[in-house]
Nanobody
Framework: QLQLVESGGGLVQPGGSLRLSCKVS????????IGWFRQAPGKDHEGVSC????????DYADSVKGRFTISTDNVKNTVYLQMNSLKPEDTGVYYC????????????????WGQGTQVTVSA
């Protein structure tokens, strides 16, 4: 069974940057897409970005386009989310998830999830 472990969260001031990592292990050939999602207090999961294994397909939520960049290191089995120009509304728990299907920002398409990492953007 796939295991996903997020890291890189923390407290950052508005306008700052963070890079999140999602390390994938066990049965790593069994997925096609990794997605990043976030959940703010009292809100539903929001799809942030996704990337296909071959990096041919990427997608971003409108709220993060131009500020976040997703990438993958297939040697390290790790997917990164570089987050720049962070805003207070980016605060939340960030999860990575794996899907057998195509790149999608819909959480129901993903079957394996990490435990999440907290991102707090505050002055």
């Amino acid at each position: 069974q796939l295991q996903l472990v997020e890291s890189g969260g923390g407290l950052v001031q508005p306008g700052g940057s963070l890079r999140l990592s999602c390390k994938v292990s066990n049965n790593i050939l069994a997925y096609n897409t990794i997605g990043w999602f976030r959940q703010a207090p009292g809100k539903d999961h929001e799809g942030v970005s996704c990337i296909s294994r071959n990096e041919h397909t990427k997608d971003y939520a409108d709220s993060v386009k131009g500020r976040f960049t997703i990438s993958t290191d297939n040697v390290k089995n790790t997917v990164y989310l570089q987050m720049n120009s962070l805003k207070p509304e980016d605060t939340g728990v960030y999860y990575c998830a794996a899907s057998y299907g195509d790149c999608s920002l819909r959480s129901e398409r993903y079957s394996a999830w990490g435990q999440g990492t907290q991102v707090t953007v505050s002055a």
